[in-house]
């Protein structure tokens, strides 16, 4: 476990250590470069701004009526037998059919449970350890003219599935429950 | 399915409010959350603009390019079907790499000129090949060595160590990646049981 906590704390310095380093010693202009590609950063952050406003909204109504509250009361019996919090099934349902619904459903737990929480990290982990499958078979198979999926889709969805318990068991160890 | 969805959250909520005596709660919670997505995005420019920046030295330096190449042996087992030398196996690295560098926007493209050079290799048929369904699972299952924009969320919520989910983040990510292969190559051989029946 103080693998991991190193790992996280020098995984990005290092990283950008690297990355520099290599730049400077292929002779690119790092410094513009940099400036450059941080463009594509700040449109991208207001790409997903209405994405977001429309999802933290929609979750937000159906927060604020207090039907997710009884959602959650009503899975929770089957669910805690397994180990797994319901405040995060939501998010475990949502993560392979958006990408965006799923990140305003990780910042709405983050922002109520406290991103150091067992949700909040929970919630981290599972947005960012897996893609939406819906999205990339829809994107990838459209591109190129597959309209018969074959097994692609299962194999996503099954590996969602692997993916919600691998973080979930991960978590815990790592971060206690 | 995302449109059903939307509009099922709001529907839902507005009828359940109706029967619980909530509606002011729903109507602050609309303008609110409003305001709060856009402060979320503001906050989040600061890391992509990091990040996205720093990418782009990662990409032009020719690091990516170096880096596709230690992976070719370990992608060549993955697509046996992939003659190692053929431009859709360049592609495919590509996509691997920009996908483990967070940079999707540059994923994307790469992944979709392989599914076309895959789709020439499994001579243009509209049903995919067993090497587009193992790209496929990879793509799905999000393998990422720094998930920025979850860093990002954590910093604007005021995490005290917004970065402490690398390290779990990327077991988990391995962890699904590869159960996505093997159960790929389970889907690949149960299919080729039922073909020699």
Redo the contacts between chains.
């Keep these: 476990m103080a693998f991991m906590t190193a790992l996280s704390l020098w995984l990005i310095p290092i990283l950008i250590a690297v990355i520099l380093l290599y730049g400077t010693f292929r002779k690119t202009a790092t410094y513009e470069t940099f400036v450059e590609g941080g463009k594509d950063g700040f449109s991208l952050a207001v790409s997903i701004m209405p994405f977001l406003v429309g999802m933290l909204t929609a979750i937000g109504v159906f927060r604020a009526s207090g039907a997710m509250d009884a959602l959650i009361r009503a899975i929770e019996p089957f669910l805690s037998a397994v180990g797994m919090p319901a405040e995060v099934v939501p998010l475990a349902l949502m993560r392979p059919i958006s990408g965006t619904g799923a990140l305003g459903l990780m910042a709405e737990l983050i922002k109520i449970h406290g991103p150091d929480s067992f949700i909040g990290r929970l919630a981290s982990v599972m947005q960012g350890s897996t893609d939406t499958t819906f999205y990339v078979v829809t994107v990838y198979f459209g591109a190129v003219g597959i309209h018969r999926i074959g097994d692609a889709l299962k194999v996503g969805l099954l590996a969602d599935a692997v993916g919600v318990i691998c973080s979930v068991v991960i978590v815990t160890l790592i971060f206690g429950a | 399915?995302?449109n059903i969805?939307?509009v099922a959250?709001?529907c839902?909520?507005?009828v359940?409010?109706s029967f619980?005596g909530?509606m002011g709660?729903?109507n602050?919670?609309?303008f609110?959350?409003?305001t709060?997505?856009?402060t979320?995005?503001?906050g989040?420019?600061s890391?992509?603009?990091?990040?996205?920046?720093?990418?782009?030295?990662?990409?032009?330096?020719?690091?990516l390019e170096k880096l596709s190449f230690i992976f070719k042996p370990v992608v060549r087992r993955i697509f046996p079907e992939v003659p190692p030398d053929h431009p859709a196996m360049g592609y495919i690295l590509s996509n691997i790499i920009a996908n483990l560098f967070g940079l999707g926007?540059a994923a994307?493209p790469m992944?979709?000129k392989a599914?076309?050079e895959l789709?020439k290799l499994n001579g243009g048929l509209?049903?995919?090949s067993r090497s587009?369904?193992t790209?496929?699972?990879l793509?799905?299952?999000?393998l990422?060595?720094?998930?920025a924009?979850?860093i990002a969320?954590?910093m604007?919520?005021?995490?005290?160590?917004?970065?402490?989910?690398?390290?779990?983040?990327?077991?988990?990510?391995l962890?699904?990646?590869l159960?996505?292969l093997i159960?790929?190559r389970i889907?690949?051989y149960l299919?080729k049981r039922k073909e020699k029946k």
């Design positions: 399915m995302i969805i939307w959250l709001f839902i909520g507005i359940y409010a619980s909530t709660q729903v602050n919670a609309i609110k959350s409003a709060d997505a856009v979320l995005c503001i989040l420019a890391i992509l603009i990091f990040w996205l920046g720093l990418m782009k030295i990662a990409e032009k330096s020719g690091l926007n994307t992944g979709i599914m076309q789709k509209n049903k995919p587009m369904i790209l496929l699972a793509n799905t299952s999000g990422t060595l720094v998930p924009t979850v969320i954590r604007q919520y005021r995490s005290s160590s917004p970065a402490d989910i690398v390290g779990p983040t990327l077991m988990a990510t962890c699904t990646t159960s996505a159960i790929d889907f690949y299919r």
